[in-house]
C-alpha cells in the first residue's frame, strides 16, 4: 500500500489542522493505521492509531483530549484532527500502515511526511 499525507502547515498556538493520508490499493481496511511525528532534533514519536474498523483507538497522552484519529474506508482515507495546538506539536507527522494496530513504530508502510508548524 502507499501512503500520501496532507493537510500540514501553519498555524497559531490555539488553532486547529486536519491531516489526511490517502492510501492506494483495494485492501485499505484491512490495515490498521497510525499516525507518527518527529520533530527537529528528537526521535520520532507515537501520536495515535486506529484498528480496522475504526472502533479501536489509542492515543499518546501528549495528544489525547486534544487528536482524534478516525478512518474512512471507503475513501481509503485515515485522518487526524489536531484541536487547541501547541508550539511543542510542531514536527513532521507521519501516516503509517501496518497488519495489526500498535503503538510502537513497527509499521510496514510508511507516507512521506507533512509537516505542522504551530507558532506561539
Known amino acids: 500500500v502507499q501512503l500520501q499525507a496532507s493537510g500540514g502547515g501553519l498555524v497559531q498556538a490555539g488553532g486547529s489542522l486536519r491531516l489526511s493520508c490517502a492510501a492506494s490499493g483495494r485492501t485499505f481496511s484491512t490495515y490498521a493505521l497510525g499516525w507518527f511525528r518527529q520533530a527537529p532534533g528528537k526521535e520520532r514519536e507515537f501520536v495515535a492509531a486506529?484498528?480496522?474498523?475504526?472502533?479501536?483507538?489509542y492515543y499518546a497522552d501528549s495528544v489525547k483530549g486534544r487528536f482524534t484519529i478516525s478512518r474512512n474506508n471507503a475513501k481509503s482515507t485515515v485522518y487526524l484532527q489536531m484541536n487547541s495546538l501547541k508550539p511543542e506539536d510542531t514536527a513532521v507527522y507521519y501516516c503509517?500502515?501496518?497488519?495489526?494496530?500498535?503503538?510502537?513504530?513497527?509499521?510496514?508502510?510508511w507516507g512521506q511526511g507533512t509537516l505542522v508548524t504551530v507558532s506561539s
Open positions: 503509517a500502515a501496518n497488519g495489526v494496530v500498535s503503538t510502537f513504530g513497527d509499521y510496514n508502510y
Open positions: 486506529i484498528g480496522l474498523s475504526g472502533g479501536t483507538t
